[in-house]
């Protein structure tokens, strides 16, 4: 294989590696970390090729189905009242949530891995309380039209255009937060994952 060849191969395979930054001076970034599923598990095969049993433990990629990394240190840990924009304009904050499981995803319409898994998102809102918060600075402006594209039926248009979320929590996108009934955090996940998944139904069990 001639030298740029090589070149080309190496930059190839770091455009697959990781999840999506914060929109740097309001232009739109497309994700260049998207990857297919099947890259993807792959790549997770190579990580947990013998997934240990139980309960997936903090930092690692846990089985084949997970694309995200999981951390527990922030367990316990109560919800922030950082305010963001409810559907209908109203403010509200995750604190207001207290009383039932809540899984905060906060989330783009230029974050590749965002939008790949939207629609299993959308299904787990179906069953539980999932509160999607769009950090596009152009607000409804970009959420409603993608929702109304995509088919989205559960989640609901929640926006922070001012990025108070992802700015709070230091998080690049996507990251899901899951928070028990009491308002307290029992896992983040940074990066894209199937919602629909075996280790996604054991992760979001924990808050019940």
Not at 11 to 29: F, I, T, W
Not at 71 to 76: A, P, T
């Amino acid at each position: 294989m001639s030298l740029r060849s090589t070149i080309i191969c190496l930059l190839g395979a770091g455009l697959l590696v990781g999840g999506c930054d914060r929109q740097d001076s309001g232009a739109e970034q497309a994700n260049a970390a998207t990857a297919t599923n099947g890259t993807a598990n792959a790549a997770n095969v190579a990580v947990a090729a013998t997934p240990a049993p139980g309960a997936p433990k903090e930092g690692e990629k846990v089985l084949v189905d997970t694309i995200g990394t999981l951390d527990r240190s922030h367990k316990g840990e109560k919800a922030p009242g950082v305010p963001f924009q409810a559907p209908g304009g109203a403010t509200t904050s995750i604190a207001d949530f207290a009383g039932k499981p809540v899984l905060l995803n906060l989330w783009a319409t230029w974050c590749g891995p965002c939008v790949t898994e939207m629609p299993t998102l959308d299904a787990v809102a179906g069953r539980m309380t999932v509160v999607a918060v769009s950090q596009d600075l152009e607000g409804a402006a970009k959420v409603t039209p993608f929702f109304a594209r995509t088919g989205v039926k559960n989640l609901k248009p929640y926006l922070d255009p001012n990025v108070a979320l992802s700015t709070a929590y230091q998080v690049s996108l996507p990251t899901s937060i899951l928070y028990d009934s009491s308002g307290k955090e029992v896992w983040r996940m940074t990066g894209g994952m199937d919602w629909t998944s075996e280790t996604a139904k054991q992760l979001l069990a924990e808050a019940a």
